[in-house]
Nanobody, 127 residues
């Protein structure tokens, strides 16, 4: 199987920054081609905030956060990061990392394209 573990969440003031990490391991690790970050706040639908191909590093980030959130990877560590800057009151949520297979023109932002999920890490923003 595959283990996906997020870390780096916490409490930050509005305007501050956090870097989330997603580490994955397991015997199915070679099947992975892409990693994405999603977030889900209470009462809201889960939404993607960024995705990256683990091979060539191409990314896909929705316009809603593209000027503030940056996804990156460290192949040697089997880890993907999400740098979040200028955090706003609408950003608090549980942030989840997901791993998937397959290749499309761009890393997909649809959650059904991802097969393995972590438990999430909580991000809280104080005003």
């Amino acid at each position: 199987q595959l283990q996906v573990v997020e870390s780096g969440g916490g409490l930050v003031q509005a305007g501050g920054s956090l870097r989330l990490s997603c580490a994955f391991s397991g015997f199915r690790i070679k099947e992975i081609s892409l990693i994405a970050w999603f977030r889900q706040a209470p009462g809201k639908e889960r939404e993607a905030v960024s995705a990256i191909y683990f091979g060539d590093g191409s990314t896909n980030t929705p316009r809603s956060v593209e000027n503030r959130f940056t996804i990156s990877k460290d192949n040697a560590k089997n880890t993907v990061y999400l740098q979040m800057n200028n955090l706003k009151p609408e950003d608090p949520a549980k942030y989840l990392c997901a791993a998937g297979r397959g290749i499309w023109e761009m890393p997909p932002l649809e959650d059904w394209e991802y097969d393995w999920w972590g438990q999430g890490t909580q991000v809280t923003v104080s005003s």
